[in-house]
């Protein structure tokens, strides 16, 4: 199951599963099995990003469930991958009223591997007390001890840093009454374009999101964390399409569509994966790889 906050990149990474598997234009350690029933959703998500627009995110009283049959080559083993695609304000909500929709919660019903997605192209939106405490050398007595009765700002449970709401979530499935039990969790750290000048996922999680990295170290879980950058950069949105002679806005676009393979816009980093291949950390959640 893919769950994330909103603009994580969940919806953008199902669109180019979906066409890295139906177009077949590059070696993947997963391959495309029989489908059957309505995949126009799919379908429509798959064309946005073959021609170069950004992938519509889910509404938020919007629920996809999508199932993508996939065949293991090396050991023939078919295996359905169920992408139950939230809306991710559906989480945020629950993390301000402590309250998860019957239906969201049901889509958890027996779902043992989670692939969780949090973005490099957020800001950080988190102060240790390490940085506070920075911050307040730079002021002087006089400001630290002013008069200044300005009334206190309320508590918005919403802009709470992402990576607390994420742990939040986690912790909270795991416990009464939904009582989640997981196995496996694949950390997808999506818009890796936009990453620092390293290339280590495991690096960058640590760096920006030290709260879930230290959680997951100690979740009993097991972990894999990949880079991956499913859009390939800053496309525009074909509802609200730049000007013509907006050069910025097309830039990345007209890049992209100049590549002969659609697929090789995608980027995945970790764990050996080829460098377009997202069936990559699918096969290990699947339990297809050992720990």
């Known amino acids: 199951m893919a769950v994330g906050l909103q603009s994580s990149g969940k919806t953008t990474f199902a669109a180019a599963l979906w066409y890295l598997l139906d177009s077949g234009e590059i070696p993947t350690s997963l391959r495309k099995g029989k489908h059957t029933g309505d995949h126009s959703y799919l379908e ?24 993508m049959n996939l065949k293991d080559p090396a050991t023939s083993t078919d295996v359905a991958l169920q992408f139950v695609d939230l809306s991710g304000e559906t989480f945020e909500r629950a993390f301000a009223t402590r309250i998860l929709g019957r ?32 911050q307040l050398q730079d002021n002087t007595n006089e400001e630290l001890v002013s008069d200044d009765r300005s009334e206190e700002a309320k508590f918005d ?29 694949v950390v997808i750290i999506s818009a890796w374009d936009k990453r620092p000048d390293h290339n280590e996922p495991d690096r960058w999680l640590i760096e920006r999101m030290p709260l879930l990295d230290q959680y997951l170290r100690n ?19 074909l509802e609200n399409p730049p000007a013509k002679d907006d050069v910025a806005g097309h830039l990345d676009q007209k890049s992209l569509l100049s ?33």
Do not use: C
Request: net charge negative; proline share 5%.
């Open 44 to 67: 429509m998500l798959a064309k946005r990003w073959e021609e170069g627009w950004q992938v519509p995110r889910t509404k938020t009283l919007q629920q996809e469930i999508i199932t």
């Open 103 to 134: 239906n969201a919660a049901a889509a958890f019903e027996g779902a043992r591997n989670l692939m969780l997605f949090v973005s490099a192209n957020d800001v950080r939106d988190d102060l240790t007390m390490i940085d506070v405490a920075m």
């Open 157 to 185: 449970p919403a802009k709470a840093p992402r990576q607390v709401q994420v742990v939040d979530f986690l912790e909270s499935i795991r416990q009464p009454p939904m009582s989640v039990s997981l196995d496996r969790l």
């Open 219 to 237: 979740s009993g879980l097991m972990v894999r964390i990949y880079g991956v950058s499913a859009q390939g950069g800053d496309l525009p949105d």
């Open 259 to 291: 590549l002969a393979k659609a697929s090789k816009r995608i980027q995945v980093v970790g764990y050996g994966a080829a460098e377009h291949d997202l069936t990559h950390p699918v096969r290990w959640l699947g339990g297809l790889e050992g720990e």
